[in-house]
């Protein structure tokens, strides 16, 4: 529970710090942001029309969490990105993350599809972020 609440409330001021959408009192935010070498999650588009494929892994919340925060390789570098995870286009793996310490907190990979997303700061902003201002170290 304290990592999912962890997750809400790094997204909360995240938002707030870099001018995201307003968190509703019924959404529950995850910050899956890990960012491993390799494949993984990448966003084209232009603008206000963004689109997230590929694979986010380590997203704590996955199957719980309403709404997420995600870092997604552009063009112009990495990018953090608002999007709705209950949407058809997410899908959870179960079983791929085995953390003894972290299996209550529902951290699986999560495959997105040409899911909708809405850009939140600049090129490599979440990065920039320093730790305790939204972001954990």
């Known amino acids: 529970m304290a990592r999912l609440a962890e997750g809400h409330v790094d997204a909360v001021a995240t938002l707030t710090e870099l001018g995201g959408p307003k968190v509703k009192p019924s959404e529950r935010w995850g910050v899956p942001a890990a960012h491993p070498p390799g494949s993984g999650l990448t966003a084209d588009g232009r603008s206000t029309d963004w689109r997230l ?3 986010k892994p380590h997203c704590s919340g996955a199957r719980t969490c309403t709404h997420a925060l995600v870092t997604a390789d ?3 570098g990495s990018r953090l990105f608002a999007v709705h995870v209950g949407d058809r286009a997410v899908l ?3 079983g791929t993350w085995q953390a003894a310490g972290l299996a209550g907190s529902d951290s699986l990979d999560v495959t997105f599809h040409n899911l909708p997303a809405e850009l939140v700061g600049d090129v490599d902003g979440y990065g920039n972020l320093p730790a305790g201002n939204g972001r954990t170290p």
């Open 53 to 55: 494929t590929g694979v």
């Open 74 to 76: 552009t063009a112009q």
């Open 92 to 94: 959870a793996a179960p």
